[in-house]
C-alpha cells in the first residue's frame, strides 16, 4: 500500500494542469468561475482542442481513439478538468453511448460514430426516461416495430437533457411487449435527431433554463442498422451504460472548485462588523462539507484503483457511494453558496439577457446562486435515484 | 498510488486475523478481559511472537521498521475483535513518544523490553484541565541537579494500573496553553514517591490515576529537550489519533456486518426484517458511512507521518471528525436494529458500542476537530 502519488503521478498532473491552463478557452473558463453554463459553441471548441490532443476520450480503448490511461490517471485527467474549471466533456457520447457502442456494436456503428463522439461532431442526447418510466426504467413503453428493414418507433421520452441541441438521440425501446419479463422485451436504437416525426419540446426547470426536454416519436422510420447489439437484449447495454454513469457523477473536483468560490464569496460578504466568513459557525459547516468531499475522494481513488486491479468495464457496487455522496455534496456545497451571499440571491436575472446594459443587482456573482440551488436537486434524483442507489447497496453489496 | 497490501503487509494482516479468529472470539475476550491485569498475558505473549510489537521501531532499535499504515492493519484488526491489551498505550503512543523525543542510549535501553512484550509502558498526559488541548498541561516537572522533580497528578491514563513504566508530560516551563516549556520523562512504576489507583472504563479496559510526590527524575531518563517536547506530543497525538481512527473502522465494519446478518435471521411479522426497505435503506446507510471512515482511516494513516505541521493536524483532525460521526451513526443504528439484544451487556455489539462512544472521545471528540479544521481555514489542497 503506497498512498502517495507517484513521481510519475505528479508529472502527469503537472502536464495535465499545463495544457489545461495554456488551452481551456478563456471565455469558458470565466463562464464556469461564475457558475453558469458553457455554451455549445464553448463545449464544441474545447472538446475538439482535447481531440487535437488525444485527450477527448481518454478513458476509450487505444485503438477507438483512448489515451491508454490507468484509472488513476483518467482520475487525476477528470480532477484536473473539474478543478480549473475547464467545460465537461459532454457525457452522452463520451461516457454513455459511446461505450455502447465500442462494446457491444457492430463494425460498421463503430467507424460511423465513435470518431464524430470524439470530435463532438455529433451531438448525442439520451431517450431513456419516459413519463411513466422514471426508477423503474423498465416500464418504459415507446414502441418500435419491425418493417422490413426499419424499425417505425413510437412514444415519447421525456427529460432528454440538451436535446434541443442534438443530433442523434440512443433510445431504450419496447421491441417485444410479449416478452416474459419487462427487461427482456427492449431494445437500443440510435435515432437521426432529423427523422421525420420527430418534435422536441422544451421543459422549463425550476430555476427557469432550458436544460431538459420532452421528446415525441410518431411513425419514425429507423433503420434496422442502427439497433446496437441483439434485438431485446437492450436492458443488458442500459445496465452497462448506467453502471458506467455511476463512476463518473461523484464530482469530487467539481465541488472543489464550488467550495474555493464558496470561501471567496463568504470572505466578501458583509455581515455584522465583518463579512460571512468570520462566522465561526459558518465555517464548521463549510469544513464539514470539505471533510466529507475529501473522504469521498479517497473512496473514489479506492474504487478506481480496485477497477484498475479487476479490469475495465464490470461497475463496482460502490460506486453508489460515489453518487449519493457525490450528489449530496454538491448540494450541500450550491446551498452554502446560498447561504453566503443572503438576501442577494433574490433578484431574478433571466440568463438569456446575459449581455445585459443594466448594472446587476447586489454583487456581480449573485445572480447564478440562488438557480444553482435550485437546478442541483436534480443531481440527488438523476442517474438513478439516491433511494434506488441505497437499493442496489442493500441487494448487491449487503444481500439484503 | 496504490491501495493494495504489499507481501509483508498482507502477511501482518493474515497472521492478526488469523490468531484473533483462533483465540478472540467474543466470550473469549470477555474472559481476557476477566484476567488480573485486564487483559490475557497469554495473549499478549502470541503479540510479541507475531512481532507486532516491533512494527513502528526502527531496524536499528530492534524494530521491522515499518509505518502507518502496518499500524492501521493491526489496529483495524483489533477494532474488529475488540481487544482489550495494551497495544495502543504501550507501543503505538509510548512507542512514538520513543522514537520522536528519545535518544539512541535512551531507545537501546527501552525498546527491546517493549518489543517483547516483557514491559509495558503508558502514556501520561490527561490532567483535570487539559480537555482536548495538551498545551494545557500543568503538572510542574522542576530542576533537581541534572535531572528532575515531579509533582501533582495525571489522569485517565490508559492501562496506567498495571504499566511496569511511564512516558510523562510535564511542565518545565511557561504556563498552561504554552506549547513551549513541556517535557517528556521516562518514570518506572515503581519510581519512589509515585502512586497509582486503577479503574476499569466503560469499554472495558483499565486506567488509572497516578500521583506523584517529588518523583525524581534522573537526567538519562529525560526524553528529549525538556523544554521543546511539543513537536514530539504532537506526533505521538497524530499518530494515536491515526491508530484509533483504524480501530475505530475495525469496529465500525464489524457493527455492520453483525447488524445485517442480524436484520436477515431476525423475523417479525412473518419475514426476516431485513425485507423491510427502510432498515435496507438505514443498512446502505451504514454501510456509506463505514466506507467513507475507512476512506479517513486511510488517509489518517497517510499524513500522520506527515512532517509539515499544519497539513498533518487538519488531516488528523478530519479524519477523526469522520471517524466520530460515521462511529456515533453506525453504533446508534446497529443497536437500534437490534433491538432489544442491542441493549444487553451479552451481546457483542453493545460493546462495540459502549467502545465507538470512547474513542470518539479520545483526543477531542468530532466538534472538537470540526472547530480546529474550520479555524485553520477548512481543507485546503495542497498538492
Not at chain 1, 465583518?274 to 466529507?292: L, S
Not at chain 1, 456581480?364 to 438513478?384: H, L, T
Amino acid at each position: 500500500m503506497d498512498l502517495k502519488f507517484t513521481p510519475e503521478e505528479a508529472a502527469f498532473r503537472a502536464e495535465v494542469r499545463a495544457f489545461i491552463a495554456e488551452n481551456v478557452p478563456k471565455d469558458a473558463r470565466e463562464t464556469l468561475r461564475a457558475g453558469r453554463h458553457v455554451s455549445k459553441d464553448q463545449l464544441v471548441r474545447w472538446t475538439r482542442i482535447l481531440n487535437d490532443k488525444g485527450w477527448s476520450v481518454p478513458h476509450w480503448p487505444v485503438e477507438y481513439g483512448g489515451t491508454g490511461w490507468d484509472p488513476i490517471r483518467q482520475y487525476i485527467f477528470l480532477d484536473e478538468m473539474q478543478r480549473a474549471p475547464a467545460p465537461q466533456m459532454l457525457p452522452f457520447g463520451h461516457s454513455m453511448v459511446g461505450p455502447v457502442i465500442y462494446t457491444f456494436g457492430s463494425d460498421e456503428q463503430k467507424a460511423r460514430f465513435l470518431p464524430r463522439i470524439a470530435n463532438l461532431d455529433d451531438w448525442w442526447c439520451q431517450g431513456f426516461s419516459e413519463p411513466g418510466a422514471g426508477s423503474d426504467l423498465a416500464g418504459l413503453s415507446t414502441r418500435a416495430v419491425r418493417e422490413g428493414d426499419h424499425y417505425v418507433v413510437n412514444g415519447q421520452k421525456t427529460w432528454t437533457t440538451l436535446g434541443q441541441y442534438a443530433d442523434w438521440i440512443f433510445c431504450l425501446v419496447r421491441t417485444d411487449p410479449q416478452a416474459p419479463k419487462k427487461q427482456m422485451g427492449i431494445s437500443f436504437l440510435l435515432i437521426d435527431m432529423k427523422t421525420p416525426g420527430i418534435t422536441v419540446r422544451p421543459i422549463r426547470t425550476i430555476e427557469g433554463g432550458h436544460e431538459v426536454n420532452e421528446v415525441f416519436f410518431t411513425d419514425v422510420k429507423v433503420p434496422a442498422e442502427n439497433l446496437v447489439g441483439e434485438e431485446n437484449r437492450g436492458w443488458d447495454y442500459a445496465k452497462f451504460l448506467l453502471g458506467n454513469e455511476r463512476t463518473g457523477i461523484a464530482g469530487v473536483g467539481a465541488t472543489k472548485e464550488r467550495i474555493r468560490r464558496l470561501k471567496e464569496i463568504a470572505k466578501a460578504e458583509p455581515a455584522g462588523t465583518g463579512v460571512v466568513w468570520d462566522d465561526q459557525r459558518f465555517r464548521e459547516k463549510v469544513a464539514a462539507v470539505e471533510i466529507e468531499l475529501k473522504a469521498l475522494e479517497m473512496t473514489q481513488l479506492r474504487v478506481v484503483s480496485a477497477e484498475a486491479r479487476r479490469g475495465h468495464g464490470k461497475p463496482d457496487p460502490a460506486s453508489s457511494i460515489l453518487k449519493i455522496k457525490g450528489t449530496e455534496l454538491q448540494q450541500a456545497a450550491t446551498e452554502l453558496l446560498m447561504e453566503a451571499i443572503g438576501p442577494f440571491a433574490l433578484p431574478y436575472e433571466a440568463e438569456e439577457i446575459e449581455g445585459r446594459n443594466e448594472p446587476p443587482v447586489g454583487p456581480d456573482y449573485a445572480a447564478p446562486i440562488a438557480p444553482n440551488y435550485f437546478n442541483m436537486r436534480k443531481v440527488s434524483i438523476y442517474g438513478g435515484s439516491n433511494e434506488i442507489q441505497k437499493n442496489i447497496i442493500a441487494k448487491a453489496i449487503l444481500g439484503l | 498510488m496504490d491501495f493494495d497490501l504489499s507481501e509483508e503487509q498482507s502477511l501482518i494482516k493474515d497472521s492478526v486475523t488469523r490468531l484473533l479468529r483462533a483465540e478472540y472470539g467474543f466470550e473469549a475476550r470477555e474472559k481476557h478481559r476477566a484476567e488480573e491485569p485486564g487483559f490475557s498475558k497469554k495473549i499478549w505473549q502470541s503479540f510479541a511472537e507475531l512481532g507486532l510489537f516491533a512494527i513502528p521501531f526502527d531496524e536499528a532499535d530492534g524494530g521491522l521498521g515499518a509505518g502507518p499504515v502496518e499500524t492501521m492493519i493491526v489496529m483495524e484488526a483489533f477494532g474488529r475483535a475488540l481487544v482489550v491489551e495494551p497495544y495502543l498505550a504501550s507501543v503505538v503512543m509510548t512507542g512514538a513518544a520513543l522514537r520522536h523525543a528519545a535518544s539512541a542510549e535512551q531507545r537501546a535501553a527501552i525498546v527491546p523490553g517493549l518489543v517483547e512484550g516483557t514491559s509495558r509502558l503508558a502514556f501520561a498526559f490527561a490532567e483535570r484541565a487539559t480537555r482536548y488541548d495538551l498545551s494545557r498541561i500543568a503538572m510542574e516537572a522542576k530542576r533537581d541537579g541534572g535531572g528532575f522533580r515531579l509533582s501533582g497528578e495525571k489522569t485517565l491514563v490508559l492501562h496506567g494500573d498495571t504499566a511496569t513504566g511511564f512516558v510523562v508530560a510535564a511542565r518545565t516551563a511557561g504556563a498552561p496553553g504554552d506549547t513551549a516549556g513541556l517535557g517528556l520523562f521516562h518514570v518506572p512504576a515503581e519510581a519512589q514517591g509515585l502512586s497509582r489507583r486503577g479503574f476499569e472504563t466503560q469499554d472495558g479496559m483499565r486506567a488509572a490515576e497516578l500521583s506523584f510526590a517529588d518523583v525524581i527524575v534522573p537526567q538519562d531518563a529525560v526524553l528529549g529537550d525538556p523544554e521543546g517536547g511539543w513537536p514530539a506530543i504532537a506526533r505521538i497525538e497524530a499518530e494515536a489519533i491515526a491508530a484509533l481512527c483504524a480501530e475505530a473502522v475495525g469496529s465500525m465494519e464489524r457493527m455492520v456486518e453483525l447488524t445485517v446478518a442480524y436484520i436477515k435471521e431476525r423475523k417479525q411479522f412473518g419475514v426476516p426484517i431485513a425485507a423491510f426497505q427502510v432498515l435496507q435503506h438505514r443498512a446502505s446507510e451504514m454501510y456509506m458511512a463505514l466506507e467513507q471512515a475507512r476512506s479517513m482511516a486511510i488517509f489518517a494513516a497517510m499524513s500522520a507521518g506527515e512532517s509539515d505541521e499544519a497539513a498533518r493536524r487538519a488531516a488528523i483532525s478530519a479524519a477523526k471528525v469522520q471517524i466520530g460521526r460515521s462511529g456515533r451513526f453506525i453504533g446508534q443504528n446497529a443497536v437500534q436494529l437490534h433491538g432489544g439484544v442491542g441493549v444487553t451487556m451479552e451481546y457483542e455489539i453493545a460493546h462495540h458500542f459502549k467502545r465507538q462512544a470512547m474513542i470518539d472521545l479520545a483526543f477531542g471528540d468530532a466538534d472538537h476537530h470540526l472547530k480546529l479544521v474550520a479555524d485553520a481555514g477548512g481543507m485546503d489542497e495542497r498538492d
